[in-house]
């Protein structure tokens, strides 16, 4: 389950990453949707999005929401932090950085967590269903 959503948090990243790009090339045209509709950066940006939520509903039909959400939070933080000071130039702080390895350390609980309960209970689906 880790390395899925890894793959979707790395898809969703991309996918902000792109449309701050092109939300930065329309410039204050942003209240156009003519404009908007005419950056290919927007239009890659939303794909990729869509994308993402695909692979995440199928995570999501799989897997406990309250295992697998904090991990995607927490990675999809990382992995902008790291775009937005590669990519987009953005400043990057020690504050910043100690508090991005908080939650770097809370993802790896969460997971280390998620596998001590799923290994030790056996999980129901759908609760709904009687036997």
């Not at 799989?62 to 939070?73: E, L, T």
């Not at 933080?77 to 775009?83: E, G, T, Y």
């Amino acid at each position: 389950m880790i390395f899925m959503i890894i793959g979707i948090t790395l898809l969703a990243s991309t996918a902000d990453v792109v449309l701050k790009i092109g939300a930065s090339r329309a410039g204050g045209a942003l209240t156009d949707p003519l404009v908007l509709i005419q950056i290919p950066w927007v239009w890659l940006g939303a794909a990729l999005g869509l994308a993402a939520m695909a692979l995440w509903i199928y995570v999501l039909s799989k897997h406990h929401i309250s295992h697998a959400y904090p991990i995607f939070v927490g990675m999809t933080f990382l992995n902008i932090s790291l775009a937005a000071t590669i990519y987009l130039d953005e400043r990057y702080s020690v504050r910043r950085l100690s508090g991005t390895v908080m939650v770097l350390a809370g993802i790896i609980v969460v997971h280390i967590c998620s596998q001590d309960l799923a290994s030790a209970s056996p999980r129901r689906q759908d609760r709904g269903k009687q036997d």
